[in-house]
């Protein structure tokens, strides 16, 4: 397990520690509740619990990398049967660890204010709880000890050589089904001469033999050799298309040298070159040295045109930096013009590292092709005398195969078995996922790729088995969908969402999603791949019948919208307790039956992280009971025009969209939601640490605004319009958090500018103030409370298109902004008063800017401010009778009247100064 899981799991744990010191101190304040032996009774389990969950968080990280490991032997039946067990029994303990989480926060933000977190607490978790976690101790030792003693615990991450036998040159194949314009590509790719006239390329032959006998200063040779992929999703037939590449005669009269290595996931160059040099020479070589190896075969191409076949590599090819294979490639440097190396391998990461020239990507067979394919392995021949009964059952198989040979392979041998219709009809409507294959049919090859991702991109992209096939996916809505599972680990500094996106990128340069115009799919076999791999934890259901066949702990159900499906079907799913995501596509809003659906889900369904609807009629009172939720979508537009009061219980909740939900208000505890990444509604968007835009005379944004207080990025208020009633709703101050405050007037010459600004006084923490536009003739001098400084983090003013204002000199005062850094004062057409001689006292102003403020004039004006290292002084009246900035770097001045400029003070600072 990655060590910055094991961090998350010990964070969780010290978050309960300081839980169970807040309910040890709860319980010697209520002493009066119970009597002395209740309360040491009390006392005791407290400690025990808090023991039982120190010793689940010593056990988990080890369960997660026992699961890993597993998924390498799930082609053992009684590995695969124990995996979903285990699986389950981590899911167990994860989410009780996550509830005692939930009731931190609850004690952090509530405990305050009343006793009633403990006596939830108490009823809740410390009662009985104890036991669940030594009965999931329990079950986790169980399945682990058996795992274990399969011996599990020493399992090496790398294919059984059953699942991925070894290729060489030989074609499988006797005969290319429709590759013929592939070939050709490629060969013209390998700059192999086509259709030459045997006399032709009998002359072009010996003039390239001549030249090989030239000395080695007349030799046309090359530094480094050209490396040219194929790439494609596995099956697809990248290795059978490079067999007939190596076995075609003008390759073969092309080259001097034809090597063929099998790499699969293991690439070591000592290994791979020891197998070329045997290759080439037919003699083993014995030494494991590798820099004898590399002399070796740097001896063995010297002087010729080789071509290198490396097939099926894998991303472990680009480790150590790219030095594993660097220290492959290093021998061939001395081989003559023309030299190359073809690489098969399913990554485009890899094919992308490694190659010199743009990789060529193997699609499926084509059409009437692929048909002739399919019937030659289904009923072993092409003939038109086959039954057409079966045939036209098996063209409505073949699109299933998207063109892949090794999956018309994989049907094709389960069709020969059986020539009759119902057999070949119920495969027919089968999915491929679900029928039995052996280890080298279509996928369990496409397995390979899977077991070879990390641990966290197996997570994220196995739970797309979710979605239905050819969904277009989004990467900004997946990745915060992964974040909200709990797939995506921290990373130091960066943000989490960032790093889901960077998890979908990976998946995408490993071939997992495609890209096709514009949007993000997965390959049909791909998604039948994920789905068998995660079988038992995701589930679509596409039709009634779907709902007999939901696993009994299913995690990640889709239902999709069906008139078939009513209130008693969807009810049904409530005996499945395990869910943690629910994607509903099916509207609950066109009756009351339908409508009390909700209800019943967010009452029972309690282990709900991710829940995605399309429309409802209302969100229920109930949804307080989803502790666990981080994710909650509304995709079309509901009846509903507020949100309800428990909402607000979801403290872990992160993203939060009713995309075309007109609401008017948020509950008056909104504020309490501390994790919350995204709001949108009709109209109103807010994203944490991102910009925040309230329209103008908005009064329903304006009111949605009052209670999101724990916003903390950048707010723009457009006050426009705004009367004072309206500007009180926003509560500014309250929102604690803010880091930027921008209000901006657009030139209104609204007559109550001034009592909404008042009104409109930010919080005290704030550190970026811009006032532009303001019709006022002063700036208010906001109170905090008889405190002198208000405020005290403030280190960047920007004052603009103030036209009435006349004076800043009450406004800009040292005790009142005693850290300011940078003050802009632009486009203030009537300012007349500043008191500049007052501006030594901000101790840490290092940037001054007047501009375009023609009346302002000074007779007595001087400028001292010791810390001050950039001044720029333009278009304004401004006149200074001295200016002392020992620390001035940089003077910009135009057309101003200024006096008394010391000559060493220009020629330090090297001034601009304009005509």
């Known amino acids: ?39 040491q009774k009390l006392q005791g389990e407290l400690l025990q619990l808090q023991s039982s969950l120190q010793r689940l968080r010593d056990t988990l990280p080890a369960n997660y990398d026992l699961i890993d490991r597993a998924e390498w032997r799930i082609h053992e039946h009684c590995v695969a049967n124990l995996l979903p067990n285990i699986k389950d029994a981590v899911y167990n303990a994860d989410d009780l660890l996550d509830e005692f989480r939930w009731y931190e926060q609850k004690v952090a933000l509530e405990s305050n204010a009343n006793q009633s977190p403990f006596m939830d607490f108490f009823n809740n978790m410390i009662q009985g709880s104890f036991n669940k976690v030594n009965d999931i101790m329990e079950r986790l030792d169980n399945i682990s000890s058996q795992l274990e003693r399969m011996g599990l615990h020493e399992t090496p991450q790398r294919f059984d050589k059953s699942l991925r036998p070894g290729t060489s040159s030989f074609p499988n194949e006797r005969k290319i089904f429709g590759r013929d314009k592939e070939l050709k590509k490629v060969m013209e790719l390998l700059s192999v001469p086509i259709n030459l006239t045997r006399a032709c390329y009998k002359r072009k032959r010996n003039s390239s033999t001549a030249d090989a006998s030239m000395s080695t200063s007349e030799k046309s040779r090359i530094s480094c050799f050209s490396v040219l992929p194929i790439v494609g ?36 160059a000592t290994r791979l070159i020891k197998e070329a040099i045997q290759s080439s020479s037919g003699k083993e070589a014995t030494t494991d040295n590798l820099n004898c190896l590399q002399l070796g075969l740097s001896n063995i191409v010297n002087n010729k045109r080789f071509l290198i076949i490396l097939d099926d590599v894998w991303d472990d090819a680009l480790k150590e930096n790219g030095q594993c294979w660097e220290r492959l490639c290093l021998p061939l440097e001395n081989g003559l013009q023309g030299s190359m190396v073809l690489v098969t391998t399913r990554s485009s990461k890899v094919a992308d590292g490694v190659s010199t020239m743009d990789p060529f990507t193997l699609d499926g067979l084509k059409d009437d092709i692929f048909w002739d394919f399919f019937k030659l392995c289904a009923f072993g021949s092409q003939s038109s005398n086959n039954d057409p009964d079966l045939e036209d059952i098996g063209r409505g198989i073949l699109p299933k195969l998207k063109g892949s040979p090794l999956a018309a392979k994989t049907l094709g041998r389960l069709l020969r078995m059986n020539l009759q219709i119902p057999y070949w009809n119920n495969i027919l409507l089968s999915e491929l996922w679900d029928l039995k294959q052996e280890e080298t049919d279509i996928l369990p090859a496409l397995r390979l790729s899977y077991m070879y991702l990390p641990f966290h991109l197996k997570r994220c992209f196995s739970f797309c088995a979710v979605y239905p096939k050819d969904h277009k996916f989004e990467k900004n809505i997946l990745a915060e969908i992964w974040v909200a599972e709990g797939f995506v680990e921290s990373d130091g500094g960066f943000p989490i969402l960032d790093i889901g996106h960077r998890y979908f990128e990976d998946l995408v340069s490993r071939s997992f999603f495609q890209k096709v115009r514009g949007t993000y799919v997965i390959h049909d076999l791909m998604h039948d791949m994920a789905q068998l791999v995660s079988k038992h934890e995701c589930f679509t259901i596409k039709e009634l019948s779907d709902f007999q066949k939901v696993p009994r702990n299913v995690c990640h159900l889709m239902i999709l919208d069906s008139r078939n499906f009513d209130c008693s079907n969807l009810l049904s799913l409530c005996e499945h307790t395990k869910l943690r995501t629910l994607l509903c596509e099916k509207s609950l809003i066109s009756n009351i039956t339908l409508a009390s659906v909700m209800d019943r889900w967010c009452s029972e369904l309690r282990h709900i992280r991710v829940f995605s609807c399309v429309s409802l009629k209302e969100i229920p009172m109930s949804i307080g009971n989803l502790k666990h939720l981080r994710y909650l979508r509304i995709s079309k537009k509901c009846p509903f025009h507020c949100l309800p009061p428990e909402i607000c219980w979801l403290y872990k909740l992160k993203f939060l969209y009713a995309i075309k939900c007109a609401l008017e208000s948020l509950p008056s505890d909104f504020s309490k939601l ?37 916003f903390c990025g950048d707010l723009d208020i457009y006050p426009r319009g705004f009367s004072k009633d309206l500007a009180i709703e926003i509560d500014l101050k309250n929102k604690k958090d803010l880091r930027r405050l921008t209000l901006n007037w657009l030139f209104s010459s609204c007559k109550n500018n001034e009592i909404v600004l008042q009104v409109l006084q930010p919080p005290t923490n704030l550190k970026c103030l811009e006032v532009a536009g303001y019709g006022g003739e002063y700036l208010p001098c906001w109170s905090n409370n008889g405190s002198i400084s208000v405020f005290p983090s403030l280190t960047d003013l920007a004052i603009s298109s103030c036209e009435k204002l006349s004076s800043l000199d009450h406004f800009l005062q040292a005790d009142y902004m ?82 008394a400029i010391p000559i060493q003070l220009l020629s330090d600072c090297q001034p601009s100064m304009a005509s």
């Open 1 to 39: 397990m990655s060590l910055s899981k094991t961090i998350g799991f010990i964070s969780g744990i010290n978050e309960c520690v300081n839980l169970f010191q807040w309910a040890t101190s709860a319980l010697s304040t209520l002493h009066s509740r119970w009597s002395g032996t209740q309360q």
């Open 233 to 268: 999703i596995g099956g697809v037939g990248k290795t059978t298309l490079a067999q007939h590449i190596c076995n075609h005669p003008q390759v073969k009269s092309h080259f001097d040298l034809i090597i063929w290595t099998c790499v699969s996931d293991d690439f070591d």
């Open 674 to 710: 501390i994790n919350l990444q995204t709001y949108e509604s009709v109209g109103f968007a807010y994203y944490r640490m991102k910009n925040l835009l309230v329209v103008a005379g908005n009064d329903r944004n304006v009111r949605l605004m009052k209670n999101l207080n724990q």
């Open 818 to 899: 005693p850290v300011l850094e940078r003050i802009s004062i632009r486009e203030c057409a009537n300012v007349t008063s500043l008191q500049t001689e007052r501006f030594g006292e901000f101790s840490c102003l290092g940037d001054f800017t007047v501009s375009n403020c023609p009346k302002l004039f000074h007779n007595s004006g001087s400028l001292s401010v010791p810390t001050l290292k950039n001044l720029e002084l333009r278009n304004s009246g401004i006149l200074l009778s001295n200016i002392e900035c020992s620390s001035l770097t940089s003077l910009s001045f135009k057309c101003v009247h200024m006096t």
